[in-house]
C-alpha cells in the first residue's frame, strides 16, 4: 500500500498541481501589485517565494488565503475554483503561518484549540498532546502561558496550530526572519519533516536565498509585481533571467 507521500509522487501533471494560477492581476487605485502571474505549485513539494521587498509576495499570499480577491484571473485550489470555497472551507485548504507569531491570550493548550473552536468543536488532550510532540515540544507546555515562551517556541506552536485543521496546502511568511540561527534551523527541520510525513504542500516566502535553496523543491522569484522565473530550486544558482541576476547580485533581497 502506498503512503500519502508515494501517492502524491505517483500524481499525473493535472493531479500533481496544487495552485493554479492564470493571469492573476491584483492593485490599489494608485498602484499595480501583481501582473499577469502564472503558474502551478505542485503537490507535495516545497516551493520557496523570493524577490525584493515589494515585489507583490505577502499580497500573492492574501490571496491564495482568500483574504483578498484577484481583480482579474483565476485560482484554482486542488481543482476547485477558489470562488467556490466558504471562508472556513478555504481556511482549512489553506493554512497560513506569519513572520510574527500571534498568541492569544491563555495557556498553549487554548491557542492549539483555537481553529477547532471556531467551528464549534473540540480539540482532545490527546491530540493537542501529539502536535506538540511533532513540533519538538513535550507535554509540560501543555499548560504553559503562550506569552511566556521564547520566539521560537512561539513559532512552533503557531506552526502546530496551523496543522490542527490538516490542511494540504500550507503558505509560511517570513517565519524565521526573526528568529535566531538556532531556532531557524530547528524550523526548517520541522517544516522538512511536516512535508516529507504528510506530504502537504508549502509555500515559503523567504528573504534568506540559502534557505530557498537548501529547504526548497521549487522556487519562484518575484520583481516588480511579476513572475520572471520558476523551477527548480537550484535556478538560484544559475539564473536565465536578466531581473533574477540583478537582484541576485544584491539587490533588495
Known amino acids: ?43 507535495g513539494k516545497i516551493t520557496t517565494l523570493v524577490g525584493p521587498s515589494g515585489s507583490g509576495k505577502s499580497t ?16 484554482i485550489i486542488n481543482g476547485k ?27 498553549v493548550f487554548k491557542n492549539l484549540s483555537l481553529p477547532l473552536s471556531l467551528q464549534g468543536k ?12 511533532l513540533i519538538g515540544l513535550n507535554e509540560s507546555f501543555l499548560h504553559r502561558q503562550a506569552a511566556d515562551l521564547s520566539g521560537g517556541q512561539q513559532q512552533r ?6 496543522l490542527i485543521n490538516e490542511p ?38 523567504t528573504h534568506n536565498l540559502q534557505q530557498a535553496v537548501t529547504i526548497g523543491h521549487d522556487t519562484w522569484v518575484m520583481v516588480d509585481g511579476k513572475l520572471v522565473e520558476s523551477g527548480s530550486s537550484n535556478l538560484l544558482e544559475n539564473p536565465k533571467s536578466d531581473e533574477v541576476k540583478q537582484f541576485l547580485k544584491g539587490g533588495d533581497k
Open 1 to 43: 500500500m502506498f503512503t500519502y507521500a508515494e501517492e502524491v509522487n505517483c500524481l499525473s501533471e493535472k493531479d500533481s498541481i496544487a495552485i493554479k494560477l492564470n493571469n492573476i492581476n491584483y492593485g490599489t487605485k494608485n498602484v499595480e501589485i501583481l501582473k499577469g502571474i502564472t503558474g502551478n505549485i505542485y503537490k
Open 122 to 133: 473540540t480539540l482532545a488532550k490527546d491530540k493537542a498532546i501529539e502536535y506538540l510532540k
Open 157 to 162: 506552536i503557531s506552526i502546530a496550530r496551523s
Open 81 to 107: 475554483n477558489i470562488n467556490e470555497f466558504d471562508p472556513l472551507q478555504l481556511r482549512r485548504e489553506v493554512g497560513i503561518v506569519l513572520q510574527k507569531a500571534v498568541m492569544i491570550n491563555g495557556d
Open 168 to 205: 494540504p496546502i500550507l503558505l509560511l511568511d517570513e517565519i524565521t526572519s526573526s528568529l535566531d540561527q538556532a531556532s531557524q534551523h530547528e524550523i526548517e527541520q520541522l517544516i522538512s519533516n511536516v512535508n516529507k510525513e504528510f506530504a502537504t504542500t508549502i509555500i515559503w516566502i
Open 60 to 75: 500573492l499570499f492574501s490571496l491564495l488565503n482568500g483574504m483578498r480577491s484577484p481583480q482579474t484571473g483565476t485560482i
